[in-house]
C-alpha cells in the first residue's frame, strides 16, 4: 500500500503523484434566479402546541377516576401494614 491516504495526511509518495488543480478562469459568475414559491421552507408545529385535544373530556373524567382508585388502594394498604404494626405491640 504505497499510495496510501489517511485523512487529508499525504505521504512522500503520494506527493510525486499529484495532478495539477483546475484553474477558474473558464468560471461564469452571475446571478442565480429567485426561488420558485412553491419551495418555501415547511412550517413545522409549536412544540408546546396541543397534541391530544380532548373535546369532550371523558379522557380526562378516566385519568381521575384511575388516580383515585390507585390512591384509595394504597390508603389501603398504608392501613392495613399500620394494623399490623399495631396488632404485633399489643
Given at each position: 500500500?504505497?499510495?496510501?491516504?489517511?485523512?487529508r495526511?499525504?505521504?512522500?509518495?503520494?506527493?510525486?503523484?499529484?495532478?495539477?488543480r483546475?484553474?477558474?478562469?473558464g468560471?461564469?459568475?452571475?446571478?442565480?434566479?429567485?426561488?420558485?414559491?412553491?419551495?418555501?421552507?415547511?412550517?413545522?408545529?409549536e412544540?408546546?402546541?396541543?397534541?391530544?385535544?380532548?373535546?369532550?373530556?371523558?379522557?380526562g373524567?378516566?385519568?381521575r377516576?384511575a388516580?383515585y382508585a390507585?390512591l384509595?388502594?394504597?390508603?389501603?394498604?398504608?392501613?392495613?401494614?399500620?394494623l399490623?404494626?399495631?396488632?404485633?405491640?399489643?
Amino acid at each position: 500500500m504505497p499510495h496510501r491516504f489517511v485523512g487529508r495526511a499525504r505521504t512522500a509518495d503520494s506527493v510525486r503523484l499529484e495532478r495539477p488543480r483546475p484553474t477558474t478562469s473558464g468560471t461564469v459568475r452571475g446571478r442565480a434566479d429567485k426561488p420558485d414559491v412553491a419551495t418555501r421552507a415547511i412550517r413545522l408545529p409549536e412544540a408546546t402546541q396541543a397534541i391530544f385535544v380532548d373535546s369532550s373530556g371523558r379522557r380526562g373524567r378516566r385519568l381521575r377516576w384511575a388516580v383515585y382508585a390507585l390512591l384509595l388502594l394504597v390508603l389501603a394498604l398504608l392501613a392495613l401494614l399500620w394494623l399490623s404494626q399495631a396488632v404485633g405491640l399489643g
